[in-house]
């Protein structure tokens, strides 16, 4: 396991907390966003403020964070591709365990055999930012909208349909074009 950077603000020191379960302590922090957080279409901006109002806990197993992270989300509309901007705040739970020891105390490496282990303290410190990930990533919408009933783009020219919603293209389906001919003897 590698060593975490206590200078991010990401990461906690828990020291007071460990092995005390019980005790208990708030945190209240706004700390720049990282990169890479959101998906596709709406996404964190990079060093933008992550308001956390969080609660950490001890426990037998570990340390309970609890709490929500307030911050900006940016993205564009599926349909019409403008920008679109909101806060949105998400909630945050994450068991970090101990780490495994042995009789004496002394901290023993262990392999976890299951599917979604669980986060460890590492020398006294919880990193946040895969727990923040993954709260913001999962409940981001895949294709944000404007507002309920932006009409988009047009499919075959690209004009706003918002700027005229009688925007038509006056067409024929390649399948009917036997038949316009005989409708119109003009049209070849």
Known sequence: MTGLDP???LVVDVRNLQRRPG???????????????????????EGSPIDLDLR???????????????????AECSRCLDPV????????????????????????EEEDESDD???VLLDDLIDLQPTLRDAVVLDLPLAPLCRDDCPGLCSECGARLEDDPQHAHDTTDPRWAALAALADPDVT
């Open 56 to 74: 950490l806990e001890s426990v037998l197993e570990g340390v309970l964070v609890t709490g929500t992270a307030d911050l900006q989300i940016s």
């Open 23 to 45: 005790s208990m302590t708030t945190l209240d922090r706004s700390v720049p966003a990282p990169a890479g957080l959101g998906v596709a279409m709406a996404r964190v901006p």
């Open 7 to 9: 200078n991010n603000p």
């Open 85 to 108: 901007e909101w806060h949105q705040e998400f909630d945050l739970t994450e068991l970090f365990r101990y780490p495994p020891t042995d009789a004496r105390g002394a901290v023993v």
């Open 117 to 119: 282990p669980l986060p």
